[in-house]
DNA sequence: TCCACGGCATTGGATACGAG
DNA sequence: CTCGTATCCAATGCCGTGGA
């Protein structure tokens, strides 16, 4: 087996960034990683859950935008972004731990759209069959943690009914048959009606209020929406695609136009345009006609993909010949809400060492750059109010982050002089056009109160950047006589409750 | 007081462009 | 070439308003 395949990131709880994977790695992934012998991976009990696409939680991911994008290498969206109202499917390792809120259940090794899962395999025989079969479970995502207030990824987040379009959706896959020899992972053609991103999107926009309705249609903007591409994703991507290469086009006869454009049109015939070619992402390998059945007929066949194109599983023992149902139309049917089916025991989550927040699986593997250690979550209310370590080459990123989180404190009212110190040093590795950008964000009554700090700390001799440096006039000259005198007030009040031995001591 | 509705704000992704 | 910024667009959340 090729080691290296699934690169985990620093922490070794994600997949590593920029690390897209074809449908037989993935396969791979979700049947048996290549280091489950490892002890290290001894906790790993993968739930692959359904679910909404949440918005607004990108700081719960460990990087951001980039930890929720599609691990589909063939996802038709070249930025593999899964949108707020795109379904998705979630490859959480170490579903034991996280369903009850042991560890941050936004914190998945990776994500798939739904729309990419059902385009590479069959998603109703893998619900039913790979618990059984493989040791993994597909499950629609109606967790409630105990930790969170809310489920933000739930699928019955929005609407309660979406759980009885999925338990309709699986009732009818019960119904199919398949040959001898079956795995699930093969692709299958099935109209758009009867995959379940389709159900699900329906009954969403079903069932969403008029006023997003309206207020969707009554924007200015491409229509390139929800309510148009109804959760197909690759018509939204051509439709996107066809957007851009008609305003490129548009861009350029208005271009020609000026310069005394068009004399080399064709005598005035209208002649249909040819779109211009939507370019390719870069670092995308070209693959071999084998890794997708697409290309070789044009399209997969009616039946199934032959299993011999997953020529990766059957090194795996998991080649279904004798694990297919044998009996055509038997469905195994293990998985009502977050139960386990029989082959899958997921033992008890061990006990909790700390009163809040999550904690590491294993904490004496937590050494190891491979642990799937799932660190507290990166909360966005915990300010860093380091100055950025000089150790590290400041960068624009880094002086911009510094400045967020110095703004973020700015904005908490009232400031105290405490508070005015802690970021005035914060300030200090940063240059002035940075220093400009804090305080011109600061309110009024903040930056009156840096000002006075930094002017204490120069007059005790400390080598700080002149107080003219900082561009505070601009935000203290907004402050009222009167303001400044409560202000003053104020000031005076807190630092007395804050510590009254030490009050008029400043 | 509750609820539906409508408007606005916030957030995040994509992209073009410019600075270093 | 990389990184940062500005702008646009879509989805979603929040809040005020008016009617029952």
Redesign the pocket.
């Known amino acids: 087996m090729r080691r290296g395949l699934f690169v985990y990131d620093q922490r070794g709880t994600e997949l590593a960034q920029n690390k897209f994977y074809r449908r037989t790695e993935l396969a791979k992934f979700f049947v048996q990683h290549p280091d489950q012998q490892e002890p290290v991976r001894l906790h790993r009990r993968l739930t692959l859950w359904i679910q909404?696409?949440?918005?607004?939680?990108?700081?719960r991911?460990l990087n951001?935008?980039?930890s929720?994008?599609c691990r589909w290498r063939d996802c038709p969206?070249?930025?593999?972004?899964?949108?707020?109202?795109f379904w998705r499917v979630a490859f959480d390792e170490y579903s034991g731990h996280t369903t009850q809120n042991h560890t941050d259940p936004y914190l998945n090794a990776g994500y798939m759209h739904l729309y990419c899962f059902e385009k590479a395999f069959d998603l109703g025989y893998l619900i039913h069959h790979a618990p059984r079969d493989y040791g993994f479970r597909i499950l629609p995502d109606n967790r409630h943690f105990p930790r969170e207030e809310r489920n933000?990824a739930s699928l019955k987040?929005?609407h309660p009914e979406m759980s009885a379009v999925y338990e309709k959706w699986l009732n009818e896959q019960s119904q199919r048959s398949f040959p001898p020899g079956y795995t699930g992972f093969e692709q299958i053609n099935v109209p758009d009606k009867d995959r379940l991103w389709s159900r699900l999107t329906e009954e969403?926009l079903r069932r969403?209020?008029?006023?997003?309705d309206?207020?969707?249609k009554?924007?200015?903007?491409?229509?390139?929406?929800?309510?148009?591409?109804r959760g197909n994703l690759e018509m939204m991507v051509k439709t996107?695609?066809a957007e851009?290469a008609s305003?490129?086009r548009k861009?350029k006869d208005s271009d020609e136009e000026e310069g005394g454009g068009g004399s080399d049109d064709d005598e005035g015939v209208e002649q249909p345009r040819v779109e211009r070619p939507v370019p390719v992402p870069k670092k995308r390998r070209v693959e071999s006609p084998l890794e997708s059945p697409h290309r070789l007929g044009g399209l997969v066949s009616p039946g199934v993909e032959s299993p011999h194109h997953l020529g990766g599983l059957v090194g795996l023992g998991v080649n279904n010949t004798q694990l297919g149902p044998q009996a055509s139309g038997f469905f195994y049917y293990p998985v009502p809400d977050n139960s386990a089916g029989p082959s899958l025991h997921y033992p008890a989550p061990p006990a909790i060492p700390q009163q809040h927040g999550f904690y590491n699986i294993d904490p004496a593997l937590a050494a190891s750059s491979t642990t799937p250690v799932r660190p507290p979550p990166q909360g966005?209310s915990t300010p860093r109010l380091e100055p950025v370590p000089t150790s590290l080459p400041r960068?624009?990123?880094?002086?911009?982050e510094n400045s967020e989180d110095i703004n973020e404190r700015l904005s908490k009212k009232p400031m105290t002089r405490g508070g005015a110190d802690e970021i005035i040093v914060a300030m200090q590795n940063e240059p002035q056009h940075?220093r400009d950008?804090i305080i011109s964000a600061a309110p009024a009554s903040s930056a009156a109160i840096l000002k006075e700090r930094i002017q204490k700390r120069v007059l005790q001799g400390e080598t700080l950047p002149e107080v003219h440096e900082y561009d505070f006039d601009a935000r203290v000259g907004k402050l009222r006589t009167r303001e400044r005198l409560n202000l003053d007030a104020t000031l005076i009040k807190i630092e007395k409750h804050k510590d009254p031995k030490k009050n008029n001591s400043i």
């Open positions: 909404n696409t949440p918005a607004q939680l990108n700081t991911y951001n935008s980039s929720s994008k969206d070249p930025t593999h972004t899964i949108q707020k109202g933000a987040r929005d969403h969403e209020s008029k006023t997003r309206t207020t969707r009554t924007r200015p903007g491409t229509g390139n929406h929800i309510a148009f591409h996107k695609q851009k305003k490129k861009n966005p960068t624009r990123k880094r002086s911009r940075v950008r």
